[in-house]
């Protein structure tokens, strides 16, 4: 598993990725259960492979709705992994399951 999480080379080249959470944030969506619904789901993908290869998508309106507390925490908690590859700031309103877009 940590081979596939943390890739350093792939055809030759440099391997990239940056991981977004599960969005919505839901524990299962069709029936299937989601890889990191959940703040420390996240944090534990993390954590398992500390590879320069690794990145994350930090998607604000997806943390919010996970985190405890609101935008300005889930900021604070995420923004301290240097490896953000994307910032993605939406609005949403409430916490899960009853969090919506508020374009």
Not at 3 to 8: A, D, F, I
Not at 22 to 50: E, I
Request: charged share 15%; glycine share 6%.
């Amino acid at each position: 598993m940590a081979r596939l999480l943390c890739p350093q080379r792939f055809n030759g080249e440099r391997a990239e990725q940056a991981v977004h959470p599960s969005d919505p944030p839901m524990p299962t969506m069709c029936g299937q259960p989601r890889l990191v619904a959940q703040s420390k789901l996240y944090q534990r993908l993390l954590d398992l492979c500390t590879s320069t290869a690794n990145a994350q998508e930090y998607c604000l309106g997806t943390f919010s709705a996970i985190t405890k507390g609101g935008d300005y925490e889930a900021t604070e908690q995420y923004s301290s992994h240097m490896m953000n590859a994307y910032v993605y700031v939406g609005n949403f309103a409430g916490k899960l399951p009853h969090n919506h877009e508020t374009w």
